[in-house]
């Protein structure tokens, strides 16, 4: 069987052992030099890495606005709030007044059936009356809807907190997304030419097929590892979406908020978070609650005035009347109502009192998170990373002195990658619990931060 000879003898023909000429085998040093420059191609680390921006890119604070300004829920708690201000405004008025008109002793049998003016007792009636409520009442039904207002419009700020936070968290998520597709997509070009490389020193001789085989699951492992990024970005992209509306599939850009610098360093502030002041409006609404069921025993009275028109040369009468309910057992209906509206007074200042306990811990919760994100970074930073691309140099060296294998290499490059993609993985936990911790209170409360602290 005639010996086949290399492409550049013959194109036409697979690569294997030349021996038309020497000079035509390469040595063992050139494949080395090629793997070894494969595996060290210069890559972008992931920390750096800024994404492009495209048509339908978008910025932090630009998403944080149009998410707010384009919220369908806020728009609805608007309109909530307007129906309360509209009920407020008349909380302070009297019923309205009662006219009533009628026919008095008209007779329906004899000879002056049906006729109003054959009998002195007929008499037909108009009559108006009006129901006095006293000030003490009205001043509780004007307080209550106050606290009603208050209690709206601090759910909306509750609202825009949850708002702002929920598109923070979906720009980081799309944004550490794009980062690593970035990544990915720069070790798998490197991993394809170790492959070539790999294909090409076997065919020379000087590797083995276990050797490509090797070299080909490196990038079948990025593969893999970029169709789980992929669907997580696609995930992100989706919630993103939702919550800025307008933007199909919107790329994150620029514009980058200071996770890694700051984070609000104590508790001051808790009780100005929203959802507090929303609940001491539920208590200032019990409150005017307990005075209306106070007031009951002291209820609303009725006058009322008539004139009555009787036929012939009859009189007609003029009549005037109070109406006043007599609460005779209070011990049963009103005392009751008042013990009702106590006992949700206190249901109200102890449920602050755990709201305000529970905002303390989560944020005490996240900062050590947060801190120990940082601490994470600090160590990959100056210590695992530094470390990992000393082996794979190391490793590299030796690979070339011929003293250990493709293998040793490749399991010191991909330590290497996946240190770096862990640095990812952190970066972007720190930067969620950045997000849960800037948006506890919405943007542009004066009580945000107190006080900042500095990474150092």
Not at 345 to 354: C, K, P
Request: with cysteine; charged share 25%.
């Amino acid at each position: 069987m005639a010996d086949h000879v290399c492409a550049r003898c013959k194109p036409e023909l697979p690569r294997t052992h030349c021996k038309a000429s020497v000079g035509h085998r390469p040595s063992w040093k050139l494949w080395q030099t090629a793997v070894a420059f494969t595996l060290l191609a210069p890559w972008q680390t992931p920390a750096s890495a800024e994404p492009g921006a495209s048509t339908n890119s978008i910025e932090f604070a630009q998403a944080l606005q149009i998410a707010v300004e384009n919220s369908p829920q806020l728009q609805a708690q608007g309109h909530s709030i307007r129906a309360v201000q509209a009920m407020r405004q008349s909380a302070g008025e009297w019923p309205d007044p009662v006219l009533r008109a009628g026919v008095d002793n008209l007779p329906v049998s004899g000879n002056d059936r049906g006729r109003l003016t054959a009998d002195t007792m007929t008499m037909r009636r108009i009559a108006i009356s009006q129901e006095i409520t006293g000030s003490e009442k009205l001043d509780a039904r004007r307080r209550r809807l106050d606290g009603e207002i208050q209690r709206e419009h601090q759910n909306r700020r509750v609202q825009i907190a949850a708002l702002q936070r929920e598109t923070a968290l979906a720009w980081i998520d799309t944004f550490f997304s794009d980062q690593q597709r970035r990544v990915l997509a720069t070790q798998r070009a490197e991993a394809t030419l170790a492959v070539d490389a790999a294909i090409a020193a076997y065919r020379a001789g000087r590797n083995t097929q276990a050797d490509v085989a090797l070299a080909q699951s490196a990038v079948a492992t990025i593969d893999d590892r970029a169709i789980q990024v992929d669907r997580q970005g696609q995930v992100a992209q989706a919630q993103l979406a939702r919550w800025i509306g307008r933007m199909a599939n919107p790329e994150t850009r620029g514009g980058l908020p200071a996770w890694a610098t700051s984070v609000p360093a104590d508790d001051q502030g808790v009780e100005l978070h929203p959802a507090v002041l929303a609940l001491d409006a539920q208590i200032a609404t019990a409150l005017a609650d307990r005075d209306l069921a106070s007031a009951a025993k002291r209820p609303d009275w009725t006058w009322e005035i008539s004139l009555g028109q009787r036929g012939g040369d009859k009189a007609n009468l003029f009549s005037i009347a109070v109406s006043i309910p007599l609460p005779v057992a209070t011990s049963r209906r009103q005392d009751l109502d008042i013990a009702a509206r106590v006992a949700q007074i206190d249901q109200w200042v102890a449920q602050r009192a755990e709201l305000i306990r529970s905002h303390i811990a989560e944020r005490q919760t996240l900062r050590a998170e947060w801190s120990s994100h940082r601490d994470r970074l600090r160590l990959l930073d100056n210590r695992l990373l530094p470390l990992a691309r000393e082996r794979t140099t190391a490793t590299l060296n030796s690979y070339r002195s011929g003293t250990v294998s493709l293998v040793s290499v490749v399991d010191a490059r991909r330590n290497e990658i996946d240190i770096a993609m862990q640095r990812l993985d952190i970066e972007r936990e720190q930067a969620r619990t950045w997000a849960q911790l800037r948006y506890l209170l919405p943007d542009g409360s004066a009580s945000q931060y107190t006080n900042t602290e500095r990474a150092k």
